[in-house]
């Protein structure tokens, strides 16, 4: 039997580890492969590089993940890749960008625009869903604040609360401006840096509580919640 197929469009390399680990902790006993695939160069002149090939054998489940290395590339090359995606047998295409350094102000303004960007695909092929992480995909690791004491045992919500003044307990993350600097200031206090590199975001992303992450964090964080609907509505 062939297997389940769906396309995940993301804007960077931290969202690319994030997801794909993502995928995986939901999928769970569940057999799912995952190919990943980075784009290069300009608008006019991209060239697609295989990071990660997939060894697909009778996995039920088949991810197909781009890392477009740009917010302003996911709509774009989503489009581009739309027609092909729809005739080998993909079910959808899910996109996660950002809003930064935009302000919060016009979210509302940007996602009208991704939908009328999206309308006309949507009427000739596969769907396509596209999330905004609202400023950044860091809000979601500052939601997920019991990694931080993995990483240093100091950095309790206590410790934080006291040193910057961010209680990220009741902390609504989808509301900060710019979360990757609010990680920035939270690691200087332990005279690290949050810096986006792979090294750091592979770190963050291995000590992350994914039962908290999908068992409680849904209730409060609306964006997270509507990607990882996306995932479990393709796992089943």
Not at 92 to 98: C, S, T
Not at 140 to 156: G, M, P, Q, V
Request: aromatic share 10%; charged share 30%.
């Amino acid at each position: 039997m062939a297997p389940k197929k769906i396309a995940c469009f993301v804007e960077g390399q931290t969202e690319q580890i994030f997801v794909e680990r993502l995928f995986r902790e939901i999928a769970g006993y569940k057999k799912i492969s995952i190919e990943t695939f980075k784009f290069q160069g300009g608008k006019d002149n991209r060239i697609i590089q295989s990071l990660k090939p997939s060894i697909v054998k009778d996995d039920p489940f088949f991810v197909l993940l781009y890392n477009c290395d740009c917010d302003s590339q996911v709509l774009s090359d989503i489009r581009k890749q739309h027609e092909s995606l729809t005739n080998s047998g993909y079910e959808k295409i899910i996109g996660l960008r950002d809003l930064y350094p935009q302000p919060l102000e016009k979210k509302q303004e940007i996602e009208k625009g991704i939908r009328g960007f999206l309308k006309p695909l949507q009427k000739i092929g596969i769907p396509i869903s596209v999330i905004l992480a609202v400023m950044e995909v860091e809000a979601w690791f500052l939601a997920e604040w019991n990694y931080l004491a993995k990483i240093d045992n100091r950095l309790t919500c206590d410790f934080i609360l006291q040193k910057c003044g961010l209680d990220l307990i009741i902390l609504d993350p989808e509301q900060r401006g710019h979360p990757s600097q609010d990680l920035d200031e939270i690691y200087r206090l332990v005279s690290r840096n949050y810096d986006k590199s792979e090294k750091i975001s592979q770190e963050i992303i291995n000590n992350l509580d994914y039962e908290f992450l999908y068992l409680h964090l849904v209730n409060s964080v609306k964006q997270l919640k509507k990607f990882i609907d996306e995932i479990d509505s393709f796992l089943v």
